[in-house]
Nanobody, 121 residues
Framework: QVQLVESGGGLVQAGGSLRLACAAS????????MGWYRQAPGKQRELVAA???????NYADSVKGRFTISRDNAKNTVYLLMNSLKPEDTAVYYC???????????????WGKGTLVTVSS
């Protein structure tokens, strides 16, 4: 089994910064793509940013230029640095990872339980 644990959420004023981290642990042979999603009250979950195992990144238009995703493969950890935060960034942020538990098994998507980010105006 694999666990993803997020940390770093909290309350911040508009214009401020936060850094989220998500550490994967358990039965891990390798990890493919990792990403951050968010879900605001009354809205669907949406992709914020993703990063491949080789470091290629993809961002939602709403966060381009403000958020930076990175990963430390040795630590099985993905990060999300969020700058210039806006009230509309308020949401629960979820970590996602495609994990292979052995060389012969396909990747399986795992999710963290989420961390709340609240941006006050």
């Amino acid at each position: 089994q694999v666990q993803l644990v997020e940390s770093g959420g909290g309350l911040v004023q508009a214009g401020g910064s936060l850094r989220l981290a998500c550490a994967a642990s358990g039965s891990i042979f390798s990890i493919g793509a990792m990403g951050w999603y968010r879900q605001a009250p009354g809205k669907q979950r949406e992709l914020v940013a993703a990063i491949t195992s080789r470091g290629s990144t993809n961002y939602a238009d709403s966060v381009k230029g403000r958020f930076t995703i990175s990963r430390d493969n040795a630590k099985n950890t993905v990060y999300l640095l969020m700058n210039s935060l806006k009230p509309e960034d308020t949401a629960v942020y979820y970590c996602n990872a495609e994990v292979m538990s052995s060389w012969k098994t396909p990747g399986v998507d795992y999710w963290g339980k989420g961390t709340l980010v609240t941006v006050s105006s």
